[in-house]
């Protein structure tokens, strides 16, 4: 019989990490958030008074009569959601330039110098040309990636951090139906069913040693993810699809009659782990635990359910026959992010909290003043209601024939009445009024809704409106009002681009370790592709993990302002066209003004193909006036040596006058000092030049014996 128990104790404890994860405070505080804030969301016209709702966030609350939800949780999404993000990112890859070193490096070595100019040079280029090809793939595999593109799944995460205060998407590569290409992308995940370690303390998750991934699958995919035998998972399933019960068979029938198991969905967890496999907090261990304590090491990565002794990844069939090697492959993390300290999704929050993992929701801010505006308003418009009814008192003696009037509802037409009636219309029916509302509780209406519109920030401005309904009457004070307005979708934007740019570097390193030169042969070409593996796929990963970053363009995820771009482009042209029509004219380039009439029709939505200018071509010189220019070109080259030579032998002169003047000053000093009859003449009578006694004084100042001599 095939042992089913030899990892029991390691999957238990898992189980049980995940559970404490799930019932920790802070988990708790921002699931409950997050939850009522869902709520408001999706919630129906009446969300808030059904009884799930009151019972689990308003003590039971009496129902009113109509039942109104102020819906500003679209409000909030519908402004902030398109701001935050508009388009796809523009992905950049960055890498680490070489250092450049001074020739005195290499004790000025010059043919050690050139060497390293050329290694220099060539690993340039091949870095440059590595990180342009990890650059075009990043920014084709966010719009190639299945369910709409990576905008889509992105998307999804900003609502979910808007509304619920993070949004979550996982890296992973994958495969299309049909195809071995392998692809990575970023797929979207509810964050209720992201787990961190309890003991976590910090927003950047650097202290946290484990997270695991809630999923839901049917039994036969995951039995064909792991490689086990079909039908292994098939009465371990959980949790029934739509599928499985639409299925009204008589056999599902009377399976459901003997409580057979018909459902078809299984809940299991992925952990990833930075603290080994998870026995290294037991007393005990088994052997196959310790051997794979020791052939995992730090980062391990298990597949667990609830009602399944092993782990999925490492079956018995697989842990009887395993080598090290396989037993590491198995238990090791899909795709190496731990080499650059990463976890396997990336967060969007814009509100941390210090001290803990989970994040606030911009939502959760106003949600008190939230509840009070729709319970005043329910209950404001139901007495509204109740007010516009028509209650009338009337006097018994009245004629039937009025009275039954009037309780047809029939007010107009002619009425006869009975002349024995003595008393006035107006004594014998009253109108019954409602008491009049206070006008103070609209007041409070209006201050509550500013209170949560501050909380969250819903500015007049951001719905094109002014503020307070006063219209500024200055541009300064207009501008001033804009920039504080927007100063939290700046930083919500800001939020979304730090989160695009660990998106992209998570991808780009599943990419390096994934992607072959195959799979993006059909996006790169044969040539490509195969350059593809020479630099990436069989290099070292550290050269794609290390040496290279993304960043994003700016503003490349916010919806362009055309009006903007257009006013611009129109202040430049008249600076910009004149130089740009010059250099066309003089050098037959008409690149750079079609760019810029390109980019002024895209500001207009106006098609600029027709308006495209043609290069051209140089007119040839004429070969006299070639020679002509030649020649008055030499004939000033020649003036121009001439003058130069004159003035270097101005300069040579003036430096020989100065030094004859300075070394015979200096020889009457000397003179002078060592008591030297410096009017003798030498024989023949004929004066010493001054260079001679320059170098007489200085051998004399250097031997001490000439010095006595002359002395």
Same mark, same amino acid.
């Given at each position: 019989m095939t042992n089913t128990t030899y990892m029991s104790s390691i999957v238990e404890a898992w189980r049980g990490k995940i559970r404490l994860s799930r019932d920790s405070a802070d988990r708790k505080r921002f699931m409950r958030d997050a939850e009522m804030c869902d709520f408001f969301f999706?919630?129906?016209?009446?969300?808030?008074?059904?009884?799930?709702?009151?019972?689990?966030?308003?003590?039971?609350?009496?129902?009113?009569?109509?039942?109104?939800?102020?819906?500003?949780?679209?409000?909030?999404?519908?402004?902030?959601?398109?701001?935050?993000?508009?388009?796809?990112?523009?992905?950049?890859? $960055?890498?680490?330039?070489?250092? $450049?070193?001074?020739?005195?490096?290499?004790?000025?070595?010059?043919?050690?110098?050139? &060497?390293?100019?050329?290694?220099?040079?060539?690993?340039?280029?091949?870095?440059?040309?590595?990180?342009?090809?990890?650059?075009?793939?990043?920014?084709?595999?966010?719009?190639?990636?299945?369910?709409?593109?990576?905008?889509?799944?992105?998307?999804?995460?900003?609502?979910?951090?808007?509304?619920?205060?993070?949004?979550?998407?996982?890296?992973?590569?994958?495969?299309?139906?049909?195809?071995?290409?392998?692809?990575?992308?970023?797929?979207?995940?509810?964050?209720?069913?992201?787990?961190?370690?309890?003991?976590?303390?910090?927003?950047?998750?650097?202290?946290?040693?484990?997270?695991?991934?809630?999923?839901?699958?049917?039994?036969?995919?995951?039995?064909?993810?792991?490689?086990?035998?079909?039908?292994? &998972?098939?009465?371990?399933?959980?949790?029934? %699809?739509?599928?499985?019960?639409?299925?009204d068979s008589e056999a599902s029938r009377a399976a459901r009659r003997s409580n057979v198991n018909d459902c078809d969905l299984i809940k299991w967890y992925e952990v990833f782990s930075k603290e080994g496999i998870g026995c290294r907090s037991m007393r005990q261990r088994s052997e196959i635990e310790e051997s794979c304590e020791r052939v995992v090491g730090d980062f391990a990565y298990l597949a667990i359910m609830d009602d399944l002794e092993y782990p999925l990844n490492f079956p018995p069939d697989v842990a009887a026959s395993a080598d090290d090697d396989e037993a590491r492959e198995r238990l090791d993390w899909p795709t190496a992010y731990w080499a650059d300290g990463r976890w396997p999704f990336a967060m969007l929050k814009f509100h941390e909290v210090p001290g803990s993992p989970w994040p606030l929701a911009p939502l959760a801010l106003g949600m008190g003043e939230l509840v009070f505006l729709n319970v005043i308003v329910s209950c404001l418009m139901g007495r509204t209601y109740r007010s516009c009814q028509s209650l009338l008192a009337v006097d018994r003696s009245i004629d039937k024939d009025i009275l039954d009037r009037l309780k047809s509802g029939e007010f107009s037409g002619v009425v006869e009445m009975t002349s024995g009636n003595q008393k006035m219309i107006d004594q014998l029916i009253k109108w019954v009024e409602s008491p009049t509302l206070d006008p103070k509780i609209f007041q409070v209406v209006e201050l509550v809704s500013d209170m949560f519109n501050r909380r969250t920030g819903l500015a007049d401005v951001l719905y094109g409106g002014h503020a307070g309904g006063k219209v500024s009457r200055s541009s300064a004070d207009s501008s001033l009002m804009h920039e504080s307005a927007g100063l939290r979708p700046e930083w919500m934007r800001r939020c979304a681009d730090t989160w695009q740019t660990e998106l992209a570097d998570l991808e780009r390193i599943a990419a390096g370790l994934h992607v072959k030169g195959e799979d993006v042969r059909p996006r790169f070409g044969r040539e490509t592709a195969n350059v593809w593996d020479e630099l990436i796929a069989n290099e070292d990963p550290e050269l794609f993990i290390r040496a290279m970053r993304c960043t994003i363009q700016a503003n490349s995820t916010q919806r362009p302002n055309k009006f903007r771009d257009s006013q611009n482009l129109q202040a430049m042209s008249q600076y910009t066209l004149p130089i740009l029509q010059e250099w066309w004219q003089a050098s037959g380039d008409a690149q750079p003004l079609n760019a810029f009439l390109a980019a002024l029709g895209e500001a207009a939505d106006q098609d600029t193909s027709a308006w495209v200018l043609p290069e051209r071509e140089q007119p040839q010189p004429d070969p006299e006036q070639e020679a002509q220019a030649q020649a008055e070109t030499e004939a000033e080259q020649q003036r121009q040596q001439i003058q130069d030579a004159k003035l270097q032998e101005e300069l040579v002169g003036k430096q020989l006058r100065n030094e004859k003047l300075a070394v015979e000053t200096s020889g009457q000093?000397?003179?002078?000092?060592?008591?030297?009859?410096?009017?003798?003449?030498?024989?023949?009578?004929?004066?010493?030049?001054?260079?001679?006694?320059?170098?007489?004084?200085?051998?004399?100042?250097?031997?001490? %014996?000439?010095?006595?001599?002359?002395?």
């Open positions: 999706r919630g129906s016209m009446g969300m808030m008074w059904s009884d799930e709702f009151r019972n689990k966030f308003l003590a039971g609350m009496p129902v009113p009569q109509f039942k109104v939800t102020i819906n500003k949780a679209f409000e909030l999404v519908a402004i902030n959601g398109p701001s935050t993000m508009w388009d796809y990112a523009g992905r950049v890859i $960055k890498t680490e330039a070489m250092p $450049k070193l001074p020739i005195e490096v290499f004790r000025n070595d010059a043919e050690r110098y050139a &060497l390293y100019q050329q290694e220099l040079q060539q690993e340039t280029a091949i870095h440059t040309a590595r990180g342009m090809l990890m650059q075009s793939y990043l920014n084709y595999s966010q719009r190639e990636q299945p369910g709409g593109g990576l905008i889509h799944d992105s998307q999804l995460g900003v609502t979910d951090a808007i509304v619920k205060g993070a949004g979550v998407l996982w890296v992973e590569p994958y495969t299309f139906p049909g195809s071995n290409r392998v692809l990575t992308k970023c797929e979207y995940d509810r964050v209720e069913r992201l787990y961190f370690d309890p003991d976590c303390t910090r927003a950047n998750l650097t202290d946290c040693y484990w997270v695991a991934r809630e999923h839901y699958t049917k039994y036969w995919e995951l039995e064909k993810r792991f490689g086990l035998t079909p039908g292994t &998972l098939r009465e371990k399933c959980t949790h029934s %699809s739509r599928d499985s019960l639409s299925d000093d000397m003179s002078q000092d060592m008591g030297m009859d410096m009017s003798a003449q030498p024989a023949g009578g004929a004066s010493p030049a001054p260079m001679e006694v320059q170098q007489d004084l200085m051998s004399m100042m250097l031997d001490p %014996s000439m010095m006595q001599g002359a002395a």
